[in-house]
T-cell receptor, first 116, second 110 residues
Framework: DTAVSQTPKYLVTQMGNDKSIKCEQN?????MYWYKQDSKKFLKIMFS???????INETVPNRFSPKSPDKAHLNLHINSLELGDSAVYFC???????????????FGAGSRLTVL | GQQVMQIPQYQHVQEGEDFTTYCNSS?????IQWYKQRPGGHPVFLIQ?????EVKKQKRLTFQFGEAKKNSSLHITATQTTDVGTYFC??????????FGAGTRLTVKP
């Protein structure tokens, strides 16, 4: 199936731990994103990579570090987890440029992070 | 920076009633997109509007892009329980600058 897949789907961990969320897309897209969705459903952009290069880096704590080993993967590592990091994290991908379908985001199913 | 305001935050309707959500941008947009997120799900692309004054329809859904390309609306005629979810607009200023609205959460009472 063509899709954006992210793992794990659920993550429960203690404050202070370090965790990673992985994302892979097989759509042939050149741009990938990480969004954070809080309990109020607001979708906040965190990072965006185009062809493995960081192009959007919003005001996000240094504890969050994205890594894009290739165009099809964008992983998110979080150090020293805090209670406020609890949220659903969505990975998304798109194809840049013009033409039909350009800049249309395809989202993964989300990773629900709970920090205790 | 670019701001995209979306109202209302919540809307509760009786099945069969109409529903509208509105988005306003502080800057002129190159295009605007609409996404729907079902409860427990992820955002799914619905449509993209590019031209000034553009109107597009998808069955009971009507999407409009304002003449100044700063505002947009999504109207659902005769809501059904399957319309339940959160509707987001996404305003693009350029390839690197897109902002989601805060979303409108629609609930439908059967």
């Amino acid at each position: 199936d063509t899709a954006v897949s992210q793992t794990p789907k659920y993550l429960v961990t203690q404050m202070g731990n370090d965790k990673s969320i992985k994302c892979e897309q097989n759509l042939g897209h050149d741009t990938m994103y990480w969004y954070k969705q809080d309990s109020k459903k607001f979708l906040k952009i965190m990072f965006s990579y185009n062809n493995k290069e960081l192009i959007i880096n919003e005001t996000v704590p240094n504890r969050f570090s994205p890594k894009s080993p290739d165009k099809a993967h964008l992983n998110l590592h979080i150090n020293s987890l805090e209670l406020g990091d609890s949220a659903v994290y969505f990975c998304a991908s798109s194809r840049r440029g013009g033409g039909a379908g350009a800049n249309v985001l395809t989202f993964g199913a989300g990773s629900r992070l709970t920090v205790l | 920076g670019q701001q995209v305001m979306q109202i209302p935050q919540y809307q509760h309707v009786q099945e069969g009633e109409d529903f509208t959500t509105y988005c306003n941008s502080s800057t002129t947009l190159s295009n605007i997109q609409w996404y729907k997120q079902r409860p427990g799900g992820h955002p799914v692309f619905l449509i993209q509007l590019v031209k000034s004054g553009e109107v597009k329809k998808q069955k009971r859904l009507t999407f409009q892009f304002g003449e100044a390309k700063k505002n947009s609306s999504l109207h659902i005629t005769a809501t059904q329980t399957t319309d339940v979810g959160t509707y987001f607009c996404a305003g693009w200023r350029n390839n690197n600058d897109m902002r989601f609205g805060a979303g409108t959460r629609l609930t439908v009472k059967p």
